[in-house]
Nanobody, 118 residues
Framework: QVQLVESGGGLVQPGGSLRLSCAAS????????MGWYRQTPGKQRELVAS???????DFADSVKGRFTVSRDNTKNTVYLQMNSLKPEDTAVYYC????????????WGQGTQVTVSS
């Protein structure tokens, strides 16, 4: 059974930092592109950052220069380091795993709330 378990969300003041983690089980982690998405009420889920099996990264324009994404294939874990947080970063953040060749192998975590507020 595939599980993606996010952790690290919470309440932080503007300008602060948080690090999200997503621990994967039930998959061969190294052959998945891992992504972080976020969603606010009434809006579509959007890609925040992704990292390929080879370590290539991609970021939404809104977070470039503030967020970094990394993965540890020995721990089956992907991280999202969020710095200089803004109120507009407030959202539920979801971890995603996409197999590099098998499209139907696309999995989601349950989400973790990030709230940026003073």
């Amino acid at each position: 059974q595939v599980q993606l378990v996010e952790s690290g969300g919470g309440l932080v003041q503007p300008g602060g930092s948080l690090r999200l983690s997503c621990a994967a089980s039930g998959i061969i982690f190294s052959v998945y592109t891992m992504g972080w998405y976020r969603q606010t009420p009434g809006k579509q889920r959007e890609l925040v950052a992704s990292i390929t099996s080879g370590g290539g990264t991609d970021f939404a324009d809104s977070v470039k220069g503030r967020f970094t994404v990394s993965r540890d294939n020995t721990k089956n874990t992907v991280y999202l380091q969020m710095n200089s947080l803004k109120p507009e970063d407030t959202a539920v953040y979801y971890c995603n795993a996409k197999h590099i060749t098998i499209i139907r192998r696309d999995y989601w975590g349950q989400g973790t709330q990030v709230t940026v507020s003073s």
